[in-house]
């Protein structure tokens, strides 16, 4: 059975941070890009982050660059995002996706595989 389980989610004050995980079972997270999504009630899923499979790439929404950042650890099957500097708007739940390629893309298509989401809320 294919899983992607999110953690590290919760209520934060703005201001602070939170270091999500994704860990893989069921399939490798190596040789494919990985990538985290979010979304809000009412809207569309929207990127966030990817990460190439090398690790040697990465790319960020423009309302994140600077504040969050995405590594992987292919020994342990694991993507992690960690968001620093949290604002309100930042409230979403956060998924992480493997690509179906090695190359960074924030395309959802592009991934085959997503989690189950894990809730950020971020108070005021």
């Known amino acids: 059975q294919v899983l992607l389980v999110e953690s590290g989610g919760g209520l934060v004050q703005a201001g602070g941070s939170l270091r999500l995980s994704c860990v893989g079972s069921g399939l490798t997270f190596r040789n494919y890009a990985m990538g985290w999504f979010r979304q809000v009630p009412g809207k569309e899923r929207e990127f966030v982050a990817a990460?190439?499979?090398?690790?040697?790439?990465?790319t960020y929404a423009d309302s994140v660059k600077g504040r969050f950042t995405i590594s992987r650890d292919d020994a342990a099957n694991t993507v992690y995002l960690q968001m620093n500097s949290l604002t309100p708007e930042d409230t979403a739940v956060y998924y992480c996706a493997r690509s179906t390629i090695g190359a960074v893309t924030t395309t959802s298509v592009a991934y085959g595989y997503w989690g189950q989401g894990t809730q950020v809320t971020v108070s005021s």
């Open positions: 990460i190439s499979w090398t690790g040697g790439w990465t």
